[in-house]
């Protein structure tokens, strides 16, 4: 069975800081990993995903996250955060059961972005 | 381009009563399609996805039962709805072909239960 971590439920930063998203997984195969955004009441729009090409994952938004097998972590990063970018943030792992394709989620980072 | 839809946005219901949520998605054939529920403070988690018209697979037991008359379109149904049913509702579809596995997901319901 595969699992994620989101080790911190509340990030604050400043506007114009970095951000760190920290996740640690947990799968029996290689993984496949995404990073989803959530904006209030809204639904999740994928900001990137990793499926054992690259390491380094490039996303939208100017977000990025590094895959490391020695440290079971996919955390997410953006070098200078922006106000707009305050929103839950999820990390997921891919799961296959049946012939559909099952998504575990871990239970979200909240990030606050402060003048 | 692919779309997906859900409605109705919000949605206020006594217990007890019958709930109806429809999630459509246009743009693509043969879709797998999924319906998730997001308690407050919580992720979220997987209530039935399906393959192809007529097929749902049950991944929770619970008050709700999931049907999939069209091949784009996906219904999450209940006969008596329960407070614990209260909750942020969301569908997403992804392909089934080409290994792709990412899923897109629609901009939920919003169900609160009294």
């Known amino acids: 069975a595969q699992s994620v971590t989101q080790l911190d439920s509340h990030v604050s930063v400043s506007e114009g800081t970095p951000v760190l998203l920290r996740c640690n997984y947990s799968?029996?195969?290689?993984?496949?990993l995404f990073w989803y955004v959530q904006h209030p009441n809204k639904g999740l729009q994928l900001l990137l995903k990793?499926?054992?090409?690259?390491?380094l994952v490039k996303g939208i938004n100017g977000f990025e996250a590094e895959f490391k097998k020695s440290e079971t972590s996919f955390h997410l990063t953006k070098p200078s955060a922006h106000m707009s970018d305050a929103a839950e943030y999820f990390c997921?792992?891919?799961?296959?059961?049946?012939?559909?394709?099952?998504?575990?989620f871990g239970t979200g980072t909240q990030l606050k972005v402060e003048l | 381009s692919q779309t997906i839809h859900q409605w109705p946005a919000t949605l206020v219901q006594p217990v007890g009563s019958p709930l109806s949520l429809e999630c459509t998605v246009e743009?693509?054939?043969?879709?797998?399609l999924y319906w998730y529920r997001q308690a407050a403070g919580r992720g979220l988690q997987l209530l039935f996805y399906?393959?192809?018209?007529?097929?749902i697979s049950s991944e929770v037991p619970q008050n709700l039962s999931a049907s999939r008359p069209q091949d784009r379109q996906f219904i999450l149904s209940s006969k008596k709805l329960l407070l614990s049913d209260s909750g942020f509702y969301l569908c997403?579809?992804?392909?089934?072909?080409?290994?792709?596995?990412?899923?897109?997901f629609g901009p939920g319901t919003r169900l609160t239960v009294l």
């Open positions: 997403a579809w992804g392909r089934t072909s080409g290994g792709s596995d990412t899923q897109y």
């Open positions: 799968s029996s195969y290689s993984p496949s």
């Open positions: 990793y499926t054992s090409a690259a390491t």
């Open positions: 997921v792992v891919r799961g296959i059961t049946g012939g559909g394709n099952k998504l575990t």
């Open positions: 743009g693509t054939s043969n879709p797998n």
């Open positions: 399906s393959v192809g018209i007529g097929q």
